[in-house]
C-alpha cells in the first residue's frame, strides 16, 4: 500500500516555488503578493489563514491579513474587496470561507476580480476550468490532481467516484478527474446525499475521492480491493488521550480501509497540505500571468 504523503509532496512544491520566486527576485521582478479577507475570529478559520499566511512567507511571497470582525457589514466588505480588486500591489487574494451568516457569500465570490481569484471560486474561474481554459483552479482538487500526478496514479480510462457535490471541492473535482488531461480521463461518477446504493458505487470505483464532510463514513465494505482513495475530509474528534484532548480524522475509516488500497492519503498529513501548496501555485500564475 502506498501512502500517499501530502505533507511531503507539498514540501516539494514549496521548494519548487521558492526558487521559482528567488529567480523573479534575482531578475528584480516582482515577487507574488497575496492577501487574505478574514472576517470574526472563527478558531478553524483563524488555523486555516494563519498557516496560508506562513506558507507565502516561506516560499518568499509577500503577504497582506486583513482581520475584520464579525459585525462586518456585508457592504463594508465589498468595500474592502474592491480595494483589493483595484490595488496593484496585490495580485491574489482570498475571502476566507465561511462568513458570518449576515454575508451573502454567493455576492462575494462574484465581486472577487476574477484575474485576483487565486481561490478559483468565480463563476468566470470555474468556467474556465471547465472548459480546460488557462485559469486559477480551486486549491484543494487542485491539490489532489498534483498528488495524483506526483505518485504517478494511473487515472485514464479508471472510473473515479467522487463522493460529495460541493462548489469548492466535488463538483470541481469531478471536472478536473473527467478532463483531458494526465491525470484525468478518468469515467467520473459524482455522488451526494441522494444518491441510491452509494456502497455499490463505491466498489465499482478504481479511485474513490471523498469529500463528504462525515468522519470515517467511507469503511471497508464499499471499497475493492486495490482500490486508490483519497480523503478531503478533515474533522476534530474527542481523544482523552491527546495532550490537546482531540485528534484529526478523515471522510475514510483510515484503519480498515487502507490494508484494501493500492494508495491512500491519510489525515492529517494529506490533502491539508496540499491544498495550501496548490494556492501558493496560483499566487505564482498570478505573476506570471499564464
Ligand atoms: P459540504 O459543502 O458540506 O458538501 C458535502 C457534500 O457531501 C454535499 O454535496 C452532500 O450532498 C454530500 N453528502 C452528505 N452526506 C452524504 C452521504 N451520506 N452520502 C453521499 N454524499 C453525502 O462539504 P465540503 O465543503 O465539500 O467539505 C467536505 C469535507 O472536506 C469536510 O470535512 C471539509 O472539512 C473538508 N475540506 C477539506 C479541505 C482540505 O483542504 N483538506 C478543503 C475543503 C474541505 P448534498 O449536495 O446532496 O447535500
Redesign the pocket.
Known sequence: MILLDGKATSAAIKEEIAQQVDQLKSKGAKVPHLAAILVGSDGASQTYVNAKVKACERVGFESTLIELPADTTEDKLMETIDQLNNDDAIDGFIVQLPLPKHIDEDKVTLRVAPHKDVDGFHPENVGRMALGLPTFLP??PN?VMEMLGRYNIETSGKHCVV????????TPMSILMSRNSNPGNSTVTL?????AN?KEVCLSADIIIV????PK?LTADMVKEGAVVVD????RIEDSSKKSGFRLV??VDFETVAPKCAAISPVPG???P??IASLLQNGLKAVLKN
Open positions: 486549491a484543494t491539490g463522493i460529495g457535490r460541493s462548489n469548492i471541492v466535488g455522488t451526494h446525499s441522494r444518491t452509494l469529500a463528504l464532510g462525515k463514513f478531503v475530509g478533515i474533522h478523515g471522510d494529506g490533502v491539508g496540499m491544498t
